[in-house]
């Protein structure tokens, strides 16, 4: 084959150097104009689409402030804007704000902003939900060419935010503003920044997510490690090297009689179908990661073999902290919380693979999946 000519390489060298002079001058070369702005067009197009899904997803699920375990997170927050609030009770909920940043968070955005605190939860939450779905774009972006299969994976997390997460009484995500809002568009950030080796800003993510919800930032960065690659064996030795006297401390009769009061820390007394909950998206975890490798899906088939590995050793932990003895009071720490992140990557990847061979741009199809679905939740 003739080597090409000083002449013939000359359109391409100043095709380049044309590039590189609008680069440095700030402007935008006329014959990348309408690409660039293609581009624009569209990530405007996306954000648009994703503000729709945010607010459909308020209106499916609802939107509860003062539920659950807002009464033990809202307390905190009240406290700090008003102190006089709770004498004599503040030590039911004094632990929640040490161990977090979020009463801070809160409270400070309340100051900041001066709206009211109803306004300003109502606000964080709508924020969370939209975090969410933007976080699950970015990392279908990652996994998924077409655009069914990503927009698919995102509108499935959209309408299943209130699906039980096993037996562990948490949801995919929560009616009301907490910190495992927060921690879950965090952990799906990490995920993606992970899967690009991107270490600063997955530490940045992990950090956001260790400062407002220690227990459920712990199990975001275990995740993050699974993706960086670190062998199995210096995980193993990292945990043996945790002090052994804290492992077996040992409370009295009184406490544990009481920690056993909350029967979803105990494995054991979980019912058959809450098993299926650990089990069976194990099993769908596995067909995913064959299935992304005959379809040549790396970034998949390594976020499906993490998350197995991921889900074993955490089951194993709830099993060792189930059994009587020295380790049963370490099942408060309730290490199958962390099916609340497998369960939210389980599914973006199911709704992708199900946009990508079965719904595809067939209108009718989305319709006959996601209004019964909606309707549903």
């Known amino acids: 084959m003739p080597s090409r000519t000083t002449k013939d390489h000359y359109p391409e060298v100043s095709v380049r150097l044309t590039n590189v002079l609008w680069r440095v001058y700030g402007g935008v070369n006329p014959r990348n104009r309408g690409s660039r702005e293609r581009r624009r067009v569209k990530r405007w197009q996306i954000l648009l689409l994703l503000l729709l899904l945010t607010w459909g997803a308020l209106l499916v699920h609802g939107y509860h402030p003062y539920a659950e375990d807002a009464e033990i997170y809202l307390p905190g927050v009240e406290r700090i804007l008003q102190p006089e609030l709770f004498p004599g009770d503040a030590r039911l909920f004094d632990a929640y704000v040490r161990s977090s940043l979020f009463a801070h968070l809160i409270a400070g955005s309340v100051r900041f902003t001066h709206f009211s605190l109803e306004t300003t939860l109502f606000l964080w939450h709508l924020l969370s939900l939209f975090l969410l779905l933007l976080g699950c774009r970015k990392l279908c972006e990652q996994c998924f060419v077409s655009e069914a299969a990503r927009w698919c994976g ?23 503003l907490n910190p495992r809002n927060l921690a879950a568009f965090a952990g799906i950030f990490t995920t993606t920044s992970s899967l690009r080796n991107h270490y600063w800003s997955s530490g940045c993510w992990i950090l956001f997510a260790v400062t407002l919800h220690p227990l459920m930032g712990a199990f975001v960065l275990f995740l993050a490690v699974l993706l960086w690659g670190v062998r199995f064996k210096r995980i193993l030795l990292g945990a043996l090297l945790l002090p052994m006297s804290f492992l077996a401390a040992r409370h009295s009769p009184a406490y544990i009689e009481a920690a056993r009061l909350h029967s979803f820390h105990y494995l054991f007394k979980w019912r058959w179908y809450e098993w299926a909950g650990i089990i069976a998206p194990l099993g769908i975890l596995w067909l995913l990661a064959v299935i992304s490798r005959k379809q040549n899906k790396n970034k998949i088939q390594r976020v499906c073999r993490a998350l197995i590995l991921y889900g074993l050793l955490c089951f194993a932990a709830a099993i060792l902290f189930s059994l009587p003895g020295d380790y049963s009071p370490l099942a408060r720490f309730q290490p199958l919380r962390s099916l609340h992140l497998l369960y939210l990557l389980l599914f973006l990847f199911l709704g992708g693979f199900c946009g990508e061979f079965l719904l595809q741009h067939k209108l009718w199809r989305w319709a006959v999946l996601f209004v019964p679905l909606c309707g549903g939740m």
């Open 154 to 176: 995102v509108s499935t997390i959209a309408a299943l935010l209130t699906l039980p997460v096993a037996g562990t009484a948490l949801y995919l995500m929560d009616q009301y």
